[in-house]
């Protein structure tokens, strides 16, 4: 079945709303929740929500490895690993220099993916794409692929780019965060059933 990660919004309004939409998706059945590391520090955020999770993957997109040196980015993926209780997962970008941040990311015990291209140091591989065909040649049978779209604009056509990337050998989809998502994830569940808001909520 395919697997479905959100990409969060930088943290800019209420922290329990925040928090609360995280939970919520978690019950949807979210497989992993991503943030970006260009704002707030990212390894704080990841760690309140390692604190109200249980199942989700939790996922770090680092944009520039300048900021993350191996001696830095190994206290911050190790601390959150433990609290995770090992569901990290770190995106690196492609290219570049990348073997010690690996290496340090390994011994954390994170999952790794890359940004655009297969890297055969990483776990996996997430690809900007526009349709299921961009996808062909992509999947390796040890390796997982994401595909990063935009979110479909209706129930139908999330249905349809949910076949179409299970189709196409894709591990999941990875979106951005909208406010439609939980109901989306839910999928054929009962229109008045907001189990997964009431465990959000408390």
Known sequence: MLRVA?????????VGEYLADVTALEAAGA????VDDV???PW???GAIAALTHRARLGCLLASMGRWPASRLGPCASTLSKLSRGRLVVGLPAGGKLRNRVSTLREAGA??????AQDSSADGVILEVESAD???GSQSADKEVWAAIAIPPDRQAWTDAISAYAAAGATGIL???DSRLIDLLRGAGEPDDRTDLLIATG
């Open 31 to 34: 497989d992993t929740i991503w």
């Open 175 to 177: 979106v951005a965060w």
């Open 6 to 14: 959100v990409r969060l919004p930088q943290l800019t309004g209420g």
């Open 111 to 116: 999952t790794i993916f890359t940004a655009g």
């Open 39 to 41: 704002a707030l520090d």
């Open 44 to 46: 704080i955020t990841l």
């Open 134 to 136: 961009q996808l062909s």
